[in-house]
């Protein structure tokens, strides 16, 4: 599994990188030293030639090279410095003389490298033949001899012995420089080594962290953290993945608890559409079964309460559809200015009887003048209804009601529902609007109705790019309130619409 791992592959990559760079820089060292040497070497004994053939004597009349002269010229030469090789070599490059001791196995030598080096247009070491080992290039020394007119006679070429590509090589090779060089390399590698596997090391390390971060989310443990201690790109990436991990944990978390509350929903709405269904059924089973014993004033009573059951029935399910539809964006505003005070007199004229009938004061109070609104007429109709027949649920005999409009501005209005009710704890107040909420204290429990007409509020308002806001007391009372723009405002108001 370590062979496997980032962390050994990053260490091997590493440390062979390092050692072809140092071998890339050893072998560089010594190319570069040799051809150095080579190259001072050459310079050094640039006049060489020039120097041993000026000792040359030659007949000014007959051009005659005294080759006993010359060999004796050599042969002292060489007792100064035995390492070099000394040659008289003819205009075609052939050997004519040479210094004794010398087992010429090459008769002959380039001339093009003799006129490069006599030209002095290349940069030094200048390699050229050596007529003693052909196979081992080295540097020279060459001078033209010429006659008393400047007529090109002969060359004097003179091998630096000492100073081959290969006895370069041998030298450096046994230097003590270079094995300080090595020595220094070597110590500065393991150094280098030591610190780039640490420092891998400490990489990984965060890896390791990522890796087990990512292990504990893949089993479904979502509130794990990573940390890291660097602040380097592993850190900002730590952040996105925390931040993931709680969107993630947030996520599942709203996940548990809609499903928490579906369960409840569902319960709910079992409950409220087996309640009217059942008295359906009961009331129809009595009446086919005892048709012949009950009065009419009976028949008729029965025939009341599974109307009611009924209209109750149909309520819910339209309260589901028109929730769903909202929900699935499928309801398009159809906006036009109409009297807010009229609407809400017609509203509050469907809830005269219940108000009578639970001895509760219905009120509704408007400025002495009320621009017209833009908006949709059907559903802001349909958010009054809720906001009232909530505040009815929630409200004890002998309450009050009050409807009330508020111009916060000459653009905006704002309208509220209040009731004298038993109130919101805060604990259910944040979940108020909450599709599948049910809250103990939210809930009426001698009320029918499945608690969605807030909901359906809530989504109708978010339609017109309003808030339906709430404040409770428990005690005390509810009220609920939202803005509305006023007709003035038709051109802001039909792109503010287009735009949703």
Not at 347 to 353: C, E, S, Y
Not at 395 to 420: A, F, K, P, S, W
Not at 442 to 470: C, F, N
């Amino acid at each position: 599994m370590i062979f496997k791992s980032l962390q050994f592959k990053l260490s091997v990559l590493f440390v062979a990188i390092l050692i072809m760079m140092s071998a890339g820089y050893i072998y560089t060292a010594t190319q570069s030293t040799g051809l150095y040497l080579a190259e001072t070497t050459q310079k050094l004994h640039q006049n060489l030639a020039a120097t041993i053939a000026d000792q040359i004597d030659i007949d000014r009349k007959t051009n005659y090279i005294n080759e006993a002269q010359v060999l004796d010229i050599f042969d002292n030469a060489k007792r100064y410095n035995p390492t070099i090789g000394v040659y008289l070599v003819d205009l075609t490059g052939k050997v004519k003389v040479f210094s004794s001791g010398c087992s010429v196995e090459e008769p002959s030598v380039s001339i093009k490298k003799i006129e490069t080096f006599l030209k002095g247009d290349q940069q030094f070491p200048i390699f050229g033949d050596d007529p003693v080992d052909p196979s081992t290039p080295r540097i020279f020394s060459a001078h033209l001899i010429k006659t008393g007119d400047e007529t090109p006679l002969a060359y004097l070429y003179v091998t630096l012995g000492c100073v081959s590509a290969a006895s370069t090589e041998a030298m450096i090779a046994h230097s003590y420089a270079l094995r300080i060089l090595v020595v220094s390399l070597v110590v500065a590698l393991l150094a280098a080594m030591l610190i780039g596997l640490a420092m891998i090391a400490l990489l990984t390390k965060d890896l390791w962290r990522f890796v087990t971060f990512i292990q504990k989310i893949q089993g479904g443990d979502f509130s794990k953290r990573i940390h890291v201690s660097s602040s380097s790109e592993l850190k900002a990436l730590a952040n996105a993945f925390n931040e993931m991990a709680a969107k993630i944990e947030h996520t599942m978390n709203l996940l548990k608890e809609n499903e928490k509350l579906l369960r409840e929903f569902i319960a709910n709405i079992s409950h409220d559409l087996r309640t009217p269904l059942a008295s359906i059924e009961g009331y129809m089973e009595t009446i086919i079964l005892k048709k012949h014993l009950l009065s009419e004033k009976e028949k008729q009573q029965y025939f009341n309460t599974i109307l009611k059951n009924t209209r109750t029935l149909n309520r819910l399910v339209n309260q589901l559809l028109d929730l769903s539809k909202l929900e699935a964006r499928q309801v398009k505003l159809k906006p036009e200015p109409f009297s807010i005070t009229e609407l809400i007199q017609d509203v509050m004229l469907k809830f005269n009887p219940q108000a009578t009938a639970s001895n509760i004061s219905l009120n509704a109070h408007f400025p002495s003048h009320t621009p017209f609104v833009f908006a949709d007429l059907g559903l802001i109709d349909r958010v009054l209804q809720n906001l009232i027949g909530n505040a009815f649920n929630h409200t004890e005999e002998n309450g009050c009601i009050d409807v009330e409009i508020e111009m916060l501005d000459e653009y905006t209005m704002y309208v509220r529902v209040q009731d004298t009710g038993k109130g919101i704890a805060p604990e259910d107040l944040k979940h108020i609007f909450d599709r599948f909420y049910q809250g103990d204290k939210v809930r009426s429990k001698h009320k029918s109705g499945a608690g969605l007409g807030l909901t359906i509020a809530k989504k109708i308002m978010e339609l017109h790019h309003s808030t339906l806001d709430v404040e409770s007391t428990l005690g005390v009372g509810t009220t609920f309130s939202f803005k509305l723009p006023v007709y003035v405002r038709v051109a802001e108001c039909n792109k503010l619409l287009q735009d949703n």
